[in-house]
């Protein structure tokens, strides 16, 4: 049973226009939330992170939104660009600790 | 040096075969990971060590062995492995475990069993 859900496996996005991955969790309990970056060949690389107390996180061009009540978080990335295209992951834990991946979504920015 | 190094970078071995994935930081981390990633799938965490101790076998079958000689060296021993248990296996550390969100990610060994 997947605790972590990423439904879209992938999504392609016009260079300069945003870029909407979705995460669903269904264990309450998560307080800490990532999302990984994976180029191939590469390791996971962090991207962006937010705890339970916020709803919004911001970095630069990239956002991350929770919602608590319905179990789902996204990342916005805009203006989106082709350096962008890589699978990203979404990941959750309590207390920070023993992550749980979700099955990734693969993000093509087109030029 | 923000950098986790993984060797070797690709692996074939036979089922009867013994051999070991070396992961190495010098970032002072004191925490590290072994993670399993299949085909389109997410990475499984298999392992934790904090301060060079054992903290976390998440039901890992024996064939794999994991070992963190030093604070900087992680290696998992491999033996006996079956066919399924091909995959890309992740190293990664963090400052410490209740860290662990700040983890680096090593490339990975891409592992085939024959």
């Known amino acids: 049973d997947q605790q972590v859900k990423q439904n879209s496996p992938s999504l392609s996005v016009q260079e300069g226009r945003i870029s909407i991955l979705n995460c669903d969790y269904t264990n309450s309990m998560f307080d800490y939330f990532l999302w990984y970056k994976k180029y191939p060949a590469e390791g996971p690389t962090f991207l962006i992170s937010i705890s339970s107390i916020k709803d919004k996180n911001e970095d630069g061009r990239f956002t991350v939104f929770l919602n608590k009540s319905a179990k789902h978080l996204s990342l916005h990335i805009v203006p989106s660009q082709p350096g962008d295209s890589a699978v990203y992951f979404c990941?959750?834990?309590?207390?920070?600790?023993?992550?749980?991946f979700g099955p990734g979504t693969r993000l093509s920015v087109l030029p | 040096d923000t950098e986790v190094t993984q060797t070797p970078k690709h692996l074939v071995m036979g089922m009867t075969n013994k051999k070991s994935l070396k992961c190495e930081q010098h970032?002072?981390?004191?925490?590290m990971y072994w993670y399993k990633q299949k085909a389109k799938k997410p990475p499984e965490l298999m392992f934790v060590?904090?301060?060079?101790?054992?903290?976390i076998n998440e039901s890992v079958p024996s064939r794999f062995s994991p070992e963190c000689p030093n604070s900087s060296l992680l290696n998992l021993h491999l033996h006996a492995l079956q066919p399924e248990d091909s995959a890309l296996y992740l190293c990664?550390?963090?400052?410490?475990?209740?860290?662990?969100?700040?983890?680096?990610f090593g490339p990975g060994t891409r592992l085939t069993v024959t």
């Open positions: 990941a959750a834990s309590r207390y920070g600790q023993n992550f749980v």
């Open positions: 970032m002072g981390h004191r925490a």
């Open positions: 990664a550390s963090s400052w410490a475990r209740e860290r662990s969100y700040e983890q680096y």
């Open positions: 060590y904090s301060y060079e101790k054992l903290s």
